[in-house]
């Protein structure tokens, strides 16, 4: 069974930083791509990063470029997700989700592909 275990969310002030991780299990991340998927009060979901686990290529929203970095650690079958400089806009549940080979579609609000999504972990920003 494919499980994503998202942790590391919490309230922040502005400016400051904070780290997400995703444990995932029941598959390898060789064949995906994995990553996060953000989703605000009122808004739509947003795709905040990901990356290609059989190239290891990144890909953020122009929106966090620069203040986000994702990483992962395929040994612990885990992704990371760095955050700094965060602004109350950040502010969301941020969701670990995988789709198999690529996450190109996340950034235009496609998720049809997703394969699994964590529960997700609730990232507060306030100024």
């Known amino acids: 069974e494919v499980q994503l275990v998202e942790s590391g969310g919490g309230s922040v002030q502005a400016g400051g930083s904070l780290r997400l991780s995703c444990a995932a299990s029941g598959f390898t991340l060789d064949d995906y791509a994995i990553g996060w998927i953000r989703q605000a009060p009122g808004k739509e979901r947003e795709g905040v990063s990901c990356?290609?686990?059989?190239?290891?290529?990144?890909r953020y929203a122009d929106s966090v470029k620069g203040r986000f970095t994702i990483s992962s650690d395929n040994a612990k079958n885990t992704v990371y997700l760095q955050m700094n400089n965060l602004k109350p806009e950040d502010t969301a549940v941020y969701y670990c989700?995988?789709?198999?080979?690529?996450?190109?579609?996340?950034?235009?609000?496609?998720?049809?592909?997703?394969?699994?999504w964590g529960k997700g972990t609730l990232v507060t920003v306030f100024s």
């Open positions: 990356i290609g686990e059989s190239d290891g290529s990144t």
């Open positions: 989700a995988v789709e198999k080979w690529y996450c190109n579609s996340w950034f235009h609000h496609d998720y049809y592909g997703v394969d699994s």
